[in-house]
């Protein structure tokens, strides 16, 4: 039976309550239940983390931004507090999936997406499948290029090629230390203390569900199925505004490949930031996107 967790998050965002989105059909039932945090007033804001977070992840950015959109921050499935179906598939198309079942499950229209890192792939492809629904794409860092994580730093490679490895990978994997987890996403930001220790908790905590550490070895291992992804970009016909960090783990050949693929996108490099903005400058997405509401 799919493992379905009644432990809510430990972090409160003001103004928001947790929500779950039930399965309708037998396509849903293998992703099964999908939460996600909503609050706010105003046409929809859809918030898509990335690897290993969920919903809190936009934390300081809601906040910023709920008295001009209603919110609706996605935990992807099996990840935060949505449904860990034995067996399902983390490839990118079944993520869009989930992402697709948030909006028309909800009959949302008009709909701003923003994504980061994970998210902004996503961001994009659905975007390019609900054109009638989707009316502009925020895409942060999109993480869409070969390597990823582990060009983080020698850490992140040693322990993400790690837990990829047949035999010893699912032990790894149920072994999380608080403080290499720190050190990996720490590794996201220029300014480390912006990643809070409430957060880091949070993460672990939610490593700790059954299941869960199946979920991060799939989702690492889905990298492929995000850099084909990118066929999808030219079909995106609402507004796209691509988002980098100077310090980003991708490579100026990464961003300038996307550049080609959405000629008509707008594009920003933001100095002295890193991978995770919305940890470390939620006010830069938040500006751009009551700029635009």
């Known amino acids: 039976m799919p493992t379905i967790s009644h432990t809510e998050s430990s972090i409160r965002i003001p103004g928001t309550s947790s929500r779950f989105l039930e399965p309708t059909g037998s ?31 936009f934390r300081h950015l809601i906040p910023l931004v709920q008295n001009h959109y209603t919110v609706y921050a996605l935990d992807l499935p099996g ?12 490839q990118e198309p079944a993520m ?4 697709t079942r948030l909006l028309t499950q909800l009959d949302l229209h008009d709909v701003t997406i923003l994504g980061e890192s994970l998210g902004a792939v ?33 850490l992140a490679r040693l322990i993400i090629n790690g837990v990829l490895t ?12 608080k403080p290499i987890l720190r050190a990996i996403l720490a590794g996201g930001m220029l300014d480390p203390t912006n990643l809070r220790d409430d957060y880091v908790d949070e993460l672990l905590q939610v490593g700790r569900r059954p299941g869960y550490p199946t979920v991060a070895r799939a989702v690492y291992r889905n990298l492929p199925s995000l850099i084909a992804a990118r066929a999808h ?10 988002i980098y960090g100077e310090h980003d783990w991708s490579r100026p050949s990464d ?16 100095p002295n930031i890193g991978h995770f903005i919305a940890l470390e400058r939620p006010d830069v997405p938040a500006d751009l996107l009551k700029a635009v509401a």
Not at 125 to 130: E, G, K, N, P, R
Not at 166 to 175: K, V
């Open 27 to 57: 396509r849903d039932r293998g992703q099964g239940r999908l939460r996600y945090l909503t609050g706010g007033s105003g046409t929809p804001l859809v918030l898509l983390h990335t690897v290993r977070t969920q919903a809190e992840h």
């Open 79 to 90: 990840m935060g507090y949505s449904q860990i179906v034995p067996g399902a598939t983390y």
């Open 96 to 99: 869009r999936t989930a992402v």
């Open 122 to 154: 996503l961001a994009l492809t659905t975007a390019a499948d609900l054109p009638d629904r989707v009316r502009r794409v925020v895409a942060v860092n999109p993480y869409d290029y070969r390597s990823g994580i582990t060009r983080t730093s020698l």
């Open 166 to 177: 047949p035999g010893i990978g699912p032990i790894l994997a149920r072994q999380e230390p």
């Open 233 to 242: 970009y030219p079909q995106v016909i609402a507004p796209v505004h691509l």
């Open 255 to 270: 961003r300038q490949a996307n550049k080609r693929q959405m000629p008509n996108a707008e594009f920003t490099e933001l």
